[in-house]
């Protein structure tokens, strides 16, 4: 089998962040700028994958991403073996970062050879460690406190057992009170989170630390700026609660230069940040050897992407949904899907697919109504 072809195709997707009318949208984005990619090789096989980048997150825009590809990545795989998925993304390696664009061809290529296995891509990973039903977590956007209470109230009544509020972009006493309305509106058992996504000093994390604490708040989610180890752990030295790093760590390098100064409790992963599900892997394992938990995170991806998220927690012990939840929200999310069956099971959560490959079967319909010229909108 040889790589005879590789598609891209943008598409632009509605978001709704479940949360009414916003008037300051902080940064969040209402709607996805997502890159397909399809694998296509000489006996008639296709694989399916996706890059999901955002500039103001990763850097990679769909359009920056499709230029990538096209002109510099796709010419050196065109005739391999598409099942030799490390030989592949070696052939890859020296072209720095970018690695939500490395993690679609990835995804593809696990795609293929699942689909010429007749197994799913959790089997090709070592087999299933936990049920198929994925417990997720809410992420409600900072709005207003009453607002924030409402949409975590609502959240918990369609099913979802944690929440998490994103702080960082307003003043923290704003931030403290909206966690208080949220824990009021919820009740004591439902599990509450934070992300700053480095929005907080370390003097304002270290402070705000005992309020969450008392308001029961599982785990601070990237309090400080992601270039800043030493903050973290900082953050970390001076609190009781459990801290995680997110935007801190993409590459297995990060992962060791945050374990080395023990600035996370807890390491955030998934395979686009991390440029695939082999690098996914193999960061839960570094963390895993060093005492440290791992947790699925997200960047608003589509359904092939968040099909990659789910098989990764089907198979990675480390990935600790069962303590901390699922970040898989673009089922949640997005109002336009094109895989023809849900990801989502019970009321919040996520179910995994057991057919073969990713387990996304694309309605060729709801793909073409999606499929924008994208270079007007981008520009």
Not at 102 to 113: Q, S, V
Not at 156 to 175: A, I, Q, R
Request: charge should be negative; aromatic fraction near 6%.
């Amino acid at each position: 089998m040889k790589i005879a072809n590789i598609r891209t195709q943008p598409v632009r997707i509605g978001v709704d962040r479940r949360v009414g009318q916003v008037q300051n949208t902080k940064g969040f984005r209402f709607t996805s700028h997502i890159l397909m990619l399809f694998v296509e090789t000489d006996t008639g096989l296709m694989g399916i994958g996706e890059a999901t980048g955002s500039p103001d997150w990763s850097g990679e825009t769909c359009l920056g991403a499709k230029a990538l590809l096209e002109q510099h990545l796709i010419p050196k795989l065109i005739g391999e073996d598409p099942r030799r998925i490390r030989h592949c993304m070696d052939r890859l390696s020296k072209t720095f970062a970018n690695p939500f664009a490395k993690a679609g061809i990835e995804m593809a290529l696990f795609d293929l050879l699942g689909k010429s296995l007749n197994t799913p891509v959790y089997q090709l990973l070592g087999g299933a460690v936990r049920s198929a039903d994925l417990p997720l977590r809410f992420p409600i956007m900072p709005v207003g406190p009453e607002e924030s209470a409402l949409v975590g109230k609502r959240m918990v009544s369609e099913g979802f057992g944690t929440l998490k509020l994103k702080v960082g972009h307003d003043p923290l006493e704003y931030d403290l009170e909206r966690v208080r309305q949220v824990r009021e509106a919820v009740g004591p058992k439902i599990r509450l989170t934070v992300d700053a996504n480095g929005g907080w000093s370390v003097n304002e994390a270290i402070r705000a630390a005992p309020l969450l604490e008392e308001y029961g708040v599982v785990f601070i989610e990237q309090p400080v700026h992601r270039l800043d180890l030493d903050g973290l752990a900082r953050v970390r030295q001076h609190v009781r609660l459990p801290v995680m790093a997110d935007e801190s760590v993409f590459t297995i390098q990060d992962a060791i230069a945050c374990i080395q100064k023990g600035a996370a409790d807890i390491i955030s992963v998934y395979p686009g940040k991390n440029g695939g599900l082999l690098n996914t892997l193999a960061i839960a394992a570094l963390a895993e050897a060093a005492g440290v938990h791992c947790a699925i995170g997200s960047n608003l991806e589509w359904d092939v992407g968040s099909a990659a998220m789910i098989h990764a927690c089907m198979a990675i012990p480390n990935i600790c949904v069962e303590r901390y939840a699922a970040d898989i929200i673009g089922p949640v999310f997005h109002i336009e899907h094109a895989c023809e069956t849900s990801q989502l099971g019970e009321p919040g959560f996520a179910r995994a697919s057991a057919d073969p490959g990713l387990g996304v079967t694309l309605n060729s319909e709801r793909l073409s109504q999606v499929s924008k010229d994208q270079y007007e909108s981008q520009r």
